[in-house]
């Protein structure tokens, strides 16, 4: 069936075809250079790990897309990097590349002109370099010390000419990289949510619920407190419940919309006082806990708010279902 396109005589499954065939060829491509990893990654891994300075990787054309990519993975997973094209550094920009950084350098033939240029140069200042090369043989592969082969045959361009393929490992293979490296230096959660403190992710890494509660909206009642009492607590509090305490303040149980209607349904509501119509033992939670670990109680629980605590226990506020949403830590997917 031709798509509706007086230019375009494709059918949608001659797309698909297409899609398939691209994909299918990129990754078994990837798994080809998973298959021929060897003791010369290992050695690479183990020079960056022990270099005093960043990596620098350095290519042309879309090696160079490619670099810039692997610089960011690598930044934001605790391996300091910097991204310089070939062309700049034998032009003038050499002297970013500073002592100790070790040099990645990017290239499916290992032949590209400004390539061939600076691999000598940075081997004259004393960098290691490592080759990323498709070619064993290539000029790029004798003037590195560590030679990468991240070889494609052919590029899923049906032409063979669009780098496809041959990015698609590069891109792979940097992520290997970047997560060995990651893995090496102990960079956990904590780590990444230092680095990643803006949007969703550094939110779910970083949010405690004592940022979510709402100091001023502390919903409570007395054991001994009328309906009338809880209902105008509810309604100020606005999260569809509150809180009943003793005569300590400590937690005795809490009152939902769902406890109410079911008191109103047995019609025991109207002379009913606080203790009567609440759940006792309700679900508490420290308020220095990631919001994020919470986030599954609610779903477990079949739960809207839930009461949180101060260090000794203490009733501290409520964080709202919709609070989480709201701030992206429970993410809602519509059918």
Known sequence: ???????????????????????????DAINRLAENLDDNFVAVVSLILNSTGRVVITGVGKSA????????????????????????????????????????????????AEIMALA?????????????TGVADSPLAKQSDYVLIAGVDPEACPFDLAPTTSTAVQMALGDALALCLME????????????????????????KLDDLRDSGRKPNVGMESPLQDVLMSMTEGRYGATVVLGDDSSIKGIITDGDLRRSLANGTATDSKASEIMSSEPLTVNGSELAAQVAGVFQEKGISQIIVTDEMGKYSGMVHLHDLVKEGIIQVTTK
């Open 184 to 207: 090496a230096r102990g960079f956990g959660a904590e780590d990444f949510a230092k680095f990643h403190p803006g949007g969703a992710l550094g939110k779910r890494l970083t949010v």
């Open 120 to 132: 000598p140069l940075l081997k004259q200042q004393g960098h290691p370099v490592i080759g990323v």
């Open 65 to 112: 897309d490619v670099g810039r990519k692997i610089v960011a993975t690598l930044n934001s997973t605790g391996s300091p990097a910097l991204f310089v094209h070939s062309g700049d550094a034998v032009h003038g920009d050499l002297g970013v590349i500073q002592t100790g950084d070790v040099v990645i350098c990017l290239s499916k033939s290992g032949r590209s």
């Open 1 to 27: 069936m031709p798509l509706n396109n007086p230019y375009s005589s494709i059918s949608k499954e001659s797309i698909l075809k297409i899609a398939t065939q691209t994909l299918g060829l990129e990754a």
